[in-house]
């Protein structure tokens, strides 16, 4: 059972563009939610991360939104650069007892020059 | 600073090897994850460990086992690998009681196949 479910697979962008990776979840429990940026050949690495008690965060070019009520959550990526070329996965844990993450399927960006 | 070591990075083995996986953390976290990463399937949790000595199973323990003898360290064992068992395995590390959630540090993988 997928308890976090990811879209698209795949993206490609132009450079400048804005990139948008959505996820939805099921257990209405979880109360952290990070993304990370995973490139080829490294571990993931956390990139920007939510509470459900916010709509919204921004770090630099990126942005997190996310839905309570329709339990989802999306990541924005502003500008994007060829720098930015990368796994995203995005995940969903709880702050107590063992806090591991259930992470989503993963979506290749690409962005081209 | 190393943040979190895994060793090999590297390992091709024959079903029915066994080996184990290492996985090394300097920044006195409690909890250490073994994940294994598929394609199209995210990262999945096999075991983990809350503390010294301490073990528990995750979502597809089925296979593997792991042990926690010191804290900055977690070993990840295939006692008769299976060419199901090819992946890429990942260890992370997070949380020291009193600072809230942190995020999980990532190792850059070992990348196992079984022949």
């Known amino acids: 059972q997928q308890q976090v479910k990811q879209s698209p697979q795949s993206l490609i962008v132009q450079k400048g563009g804005i990139s948008i990776i959505n996820c939805a979840y099921e257990?209405?429990?979880?109360?952290?939610f990070p993304w990370y940026q995973q490139f080829p050949g490294k571990g993931p690495a956390l990139l920007i991360a939510?509470?459900?008690?916010?709509s919204e965060k921004k770090e630099g070019r990126f942005t997190i939104s996310f839905n309570k009520s329709a339990k989802q959550f999306s990541l924005h990526i502003m500008d994007s650069q060829p720098g930015d070329s990368a796994t995203y996965f995005c995940?969903?844990?709880?702050?107590?007892?063992?806090?591991?993450?259930?992470f989503g399927s993963g979506t290749r960006l690409q962005v081209q020059p | 600073n190393a943040g979190v070591t895994q060793t090999p990075k590297f390992r091709v083995l024959k079903t029915g090897q066994s080996m184990t996986l290492l996985c090394a953390q300097d920044?006195?976290?409690?909890?250490m994850y073994w994940y294994r990463q598929d394609p199209g399937m995210g990262l999945r949790l096999i075991h983990y460990s809350v503390g010294e000595g301490t073990t528990a199973k995750g979502e597809v323990p089925d296979g593997y086992n792991v042990s926690r003898l010191k804290k900055q360290n977690f070993l990840l064992g295939l006692e008769s690998a299976a060419p199901s068992q090819t992946s890429v395995y990942f260890c992370?590390?997070?949380?020291?009681?009193?600072?809230?959630?942190?995020?999980?540090?990532f190792g850059d993988g070992t990348r196992l196949s079984i022949l």
């Open positions: 920044m006195n976290h409690e909890y």
């Open positions: 992370a590390s997070s949380y020291v009681p009193g600072q809230g959630i942190k995020p999980q540090h």
């Open positions: 939510i509470r459900p008690d916010v």
């Open positions: 995940a969903a844990t709880l702050d107590t007892g063992r806090r591991a993450l259930t």
């Open positions: 257990n209405t429990a979880f109360d952290y």
